[in-house]
């Protein structure tokens, strides 16, 4: 059977018939003219994939937007939406066309062949529920409800009934230590957390209920503990409560079938708090509104090419934990119609056994259409030596996805010479990079581009990406083409932060994305636009760690490595570059007297698998005297990053800049040792 209409061109014809405009996305130049319409013209742009995907408002809007200034741009002013209520909107034709809305399995589930399919009418009776169970309990629009759940149904289910409130979701993954967890929840102070009781990963079960009673102590404004009976159906659901606070189980608030009717909101009301870690203080806890988030998710469904599955019969997968953007990517597969097909677990298979099949098989027995995963999967897959094609039918396969880190060329011809062709044709390679900051995506695909080796198809529509060279005395920066430059946004998205919360003055959030450029968003990626209109992107230009998709900052780190007594001070580099597997030191000065041996690089080792989780675990420790600093006291990742990935010493560092000169030497040499 022939892939369906690509929905890029219902898109275009739609723009053709509805606005006059004529756009062809099949080749590089008419692209190129499409993208640059759809930042010129942002009012226009925005304003028709408003209308493409009928999002309704009972309310009518003054205009699009009111400035497009960054930050501070204002969209849609006026219109009342809900991210549930258009979500739902799929459930009567999806439900009679006999797509599910969910499909899942989990390690044991896969291990007997079993699936859960939840219908669109079961998944909203259930969201209907536990709304009202909610309401019941005093929540309302604007608390924050946060969640400790791994990557189930009950999640999704959870998330769609604050949204339906208006209440702020935040979730963490179930395996994050005890110390993250607090530096992100504390500070949005929850009305209600929602947990599991454990989970399941490798083949190992972990009990998290001692972890939960820890935090639900310290985290004083929680008033109601819904727990998830997730490993023990007997577990004790009265322990997890405190002094005034209520407990309950989280079947039992799913069991209702009441009436359900979503809150209209304003355009900008919260829907979620994410985190980006920065390299000093705690985690940023970035506020994203309905509005600006559905349209952007629309939006990237037509670059990933995700229609209803009423018309495309499409199934989409992308591999994610609940502590990464990929996880509320996935859920936007709903927003768009498509039956979403979400797996928990590890990817491997159980511990010990490795078996990077695995994946591949749920695919093939659920289905998928579209699969998706970090870039590190696809280069696990090929030291694997797997072979997809033998773990069942991957016939329906019509696109994968990769993000997280660039792709390399060798995942490139992996994918292809080891994945059904379509239609007698490499099957599409839609490499992506976007970033939790603004829940989207700069740069995907289009199934009617050209797919080149390496490189990242296209900007996205409305999203004004460009490569510009280092800031001129007036911030300025040039834009580069064929060159490598820092990744920047010259024009407001409506996905982009309603702001960072606790941040009063909004200083926080202008000095995350705008120092280096007044009133542009930089972005902390280096990139290079080729002449085709492709991009590639080399890593980060700044000291965030990257490590297989999940952005961590180095502070929550140091905390971690700092509260051991025998450790001083300490730095910590990720040197993930083009496609290269990341690789991150962690250096320390320790304590008079002490050397760095085996038991005190364990002891290092499982302080940050506990405080925080395994994917901050370093993959090695070295001990130095002395950590490069600044003269203010400013630890220098950056230019230990630049340092170890070639740049010349002189350039990097400036003695007489410096408050520790001393520590150039050990560095440099480091450098040179690592590069031989």
Same mark, same amino acid.
């Given at each position: 059977m022939s892939p369906p209409e690509p929905q890029i061109l219902r898109y275009t014809r739609w723009l053709r018939d509805r606005r006059g405009l004529d756009f062809d996305p099949t080749t590089p130049a008419g692209y190129e003219r499409f993208w640059r319409w759809s930042c010129e013209d942002l009012r226009g742009f925005w304003q028709s994939i408003f209308d493409f995907f009928a999002i309704e408002s009972p309310t009518l809007h003054a205009t699009v937007l009111v400035e497009a200034k960054m930050p501070g741009a204002e969209w849609f002013p006026g219109a009342q939406v809900n991210y549930a209520r258009h979500l739902f909107s799929h459930a009567e034709r999806s439900h009679a066309a006999g797509h599910p809305a969910i499909v899942f399995r989990d390690e044991a589930m896969q291990a007997h062949g079993e699936t859960l399919e939840i219908t669109w009418p079961e998944l909203r009776r259930q969201v209907a529920s536990f709304a009202a169970?909610?309401?019941?309990?005093?929540?309302?629009?604007?608390?924050?409800?946060?969640?400790? !759940?791994?990557? !189930?149904?009950?999640?999704?289910?959870?998330? !769609?009934?604050?949204?339906? !409130?208006?209440?702020?979701?935040?979730?963490?993954?179930?395996?994050?230590g005890p110390l993250a967890i607090l530096d992100r929840f504390r500070q949005i102070e929850p009305k209600v957390v929602i947990a599991c009781d454990g989970y399941v990963y490798g083949g190992v079960a972990a009990d998290r209920l001692p972890v939960l009673r820890g935090l639900i102590d310290e985290l004083t404004s929680v008033r109601h503990v819904v727990l998830l009976r997730h490993l023990d159906a007997d577990a004790d659901i009265a322990a997890l409560a405190g002094k005034a606070r209520a407990a309950h189980d989280f079947d039992a608030l799913v069991a209702d079938d009441p009436p359900f009717e979503p809150a209209w909101l304003p355009f900008d009301h919260p829907l979620w708090i994410v985190y980006s870690s920065g390299t000093t203080g705690l985690p940023k806890a970035i506020v994203h509104g309905h509005g600006g988030v559905m349209l952007e998710g629309l939006k990237i469904g037509l670059h990933n090419n995700l229609g209803p599955s009423v018309l495309t019969g499409d199934?989409?997968?992308?591999?994610?934990?609940?502590?990464?953007?990929?996880?509320?990517?996935?859920?936007?597969?709903?927003?768009?119609?498509?039956?979403?097909?979400?797996?928990?677990?590890?990817?491997?298979g159980p511990a010990g056994a490795p078996d990077w099949s695995t994946l591949w098989r749920f695919a093939a027995e659920t289905g998928v259409t579209f699969f998706g995963a970090g870039a590190a999967f696809y280069a696990s897959c090929l030291k694997a030596g797997v072979e997809p094609v033998r773990a069942g039918d991957l016939s329906r396969l019509r696109g994968i996805g990769a993000t997280g880190s660039p792709l390399a060329i060798e995942c490139y011809r992996w994918v292809w010479d080891h994945l059904p062709k379509v239609d007698g044709e490499n099957i599409w390679l839609t490499p992506m990079s976007g970033g939790t900051d603004f829940a989207g995506a700069f740069i995907a695909g289009l199934p009617t581009l050209p797919v080149v080796e390496g490189e990242m198809q296209c900007r996205c529509l409305g999203a004004a990406v460009e490569a510009w060279s280092e800031p001129d005395a007036e911030g300025r920066g040039r834009a580069l083409v064929d060159e490598v430059g820092e990744l920047v946004c010259t024009k407001p998205m409506p996905s982009m932060p309603l702001g960072f919360w606790g941040d009063a003055d909004g200083s926080r959030y202008r000095d995350s994305y705008f120092d280096m450029y007044p009133g542009i968003w930089r972005h902390g990626d280096w990139l290079r636009i080729t002449p085709r209109g492709g991009a590639i992107i080399y890593g980060r230009s700044d000291a965030t760690i990257n490590r297989h998709g999940i952005r961590m900052g180095t502070a929550e780190l140091y905390r971690a490595v700092e509260a051991l007594p025998e450790v001083l001070d300490s730095l910590v580099v990720d040197l993930e570059y083009l496609g290269r597997e990341s690789y991150m030191p962690l250096f320390v000065v320790l304590r008079e007297g002490l050397t760095l041996d085996e038991a005190l690089t364990k002891r290092i080792k499982a302080g940050i698998r506990t405080a925080l989780s395994a994917r901050h675990v370093p993959n090695e420790i070295f001990q130095v005297q002395a950590i490069p600093r600044t003269l203010s006291g400013k630890k220098m990742e950056l230019p230990v990053k630049k340092l170890l990935m070639g740049a010349p010493a002189e350039q990097v560092f400036k003695a007489g800049a410096m408050a520790t000169p001393e520590s150039i030497g050990w560095f440099a040499e480091f450098a040179r040792r690592r590069e031989g």
């Open positions: 169970a909610l309401s019941r309990m005093g929540v309302a629009p604007g608390d924050r409800v946060c969640a400790i !759940l791994p990557n !189930l149904p009950q999640t999704a289910i959870a998330f !769609l009934a604050c949204a339906s !409130l208006g209440a702020v979701w935040s979730v963490c993954s179930a395996d994050m199934r989409f997968h992308w591999y994610a934990s609940t502590g990464w953007i990929m996880w509320n990517c996935q859920i936007h597969g709903l927003l768009g119609g498509t039956t979403i097909c979400l797996f928990d677990g590890s990817p491997a």
